[in-house]
C-alpha cells in the first residue's frame, strides 16, 4: 500500500504562486512515477506533471509548460508542484497520485495510476 497526502492548497490572485506537496508513505519503492493531476467540476481529470523517483525529465501539460514545475525529495519521500503566474483557469482541485515501474514513457492517462491523494483545492481569483 501506499498513502498519498497533498497539502499547500489555498487561495491566491492571478499572477501569484502556490506550492503543493505530496508526502508519500508506505510501500513507496513500488511506485516508480509520481504525477499531479488536476479536476475542472464536471470533468474528468486531466494531466498536469509527472516524474520518476530517478533522476529523470519530467513530463508536462502544454498548458502548464514554463509556469509549474515538479520535484520530489527523495529523502522525504515528498513529490513538489511549484506552480507560478497562475491564473483563474487553474483553479481545480488537484490530485498527486503514483503509477506503478514498467513505462516506457513518463504516464500521463489517470487510470495508468493506481494510488492517489485526497485532493487539494487551488482557487485563482482574478
Known amino acids: 500500500q501506499v498513502h498519498l497526502v497533498e497539502s499547500g492548497g489555498g487561495l491566491v490572485q492571478a499572477g501569484g504562486s502556490l506550492r503543493l506537496s505530496c508526502a508519500a508513505s508506505?510501500?513507496?519503492?513500488?511506485?516508480?512515477?509520481m504525477g499531479w493531476f488536476r479536476q475542472f467540476p464536471g470533468k474528468e481529470r486531466e494531466f498536469v506533471a509527472a516524474?520518476?523517483?530517478?533522476?529523470?525529465?519530467?513530463a508536462y501539460a502544454d498548458s502548464v509548460k514554463g509556469r509549474f514545475t515538479i520535484s520530489r525529495d527523495n529523502a522525504k519521500n515528498t513529490v513538489y508542484l511549484q506552480m507560478n503566474s497562475l491564473k483563474p483557469e487553474d483553479t481545480a482541485v488537484y490530485y498527486c497520485?503514483?503509477?506503478?515501474?514498467?513505462?516506457?514513457?513518463?504516464?500521463?492517462?489517470?487510470?495508468?495510476?493506481?494510488?492517489w491523494g485526497q485532493g487539494t483545492q487551488v482557487t485563482v481569483s482574478s
Open positions: 508506505g510501500r513507496t519503492f513500488s511506485r516508480s512515477v
Open positions: 516524474k520518476r523517483w530517478s533522476d529523470s525529465s519530467p
Open positions: 497520485a503514483a503509477a506503478p515501474p514498467g513505462f516506457t514513457e513518463v504516464p500521463k492517462t489517470p487510470r495508468l495510476y493506481d494510488y
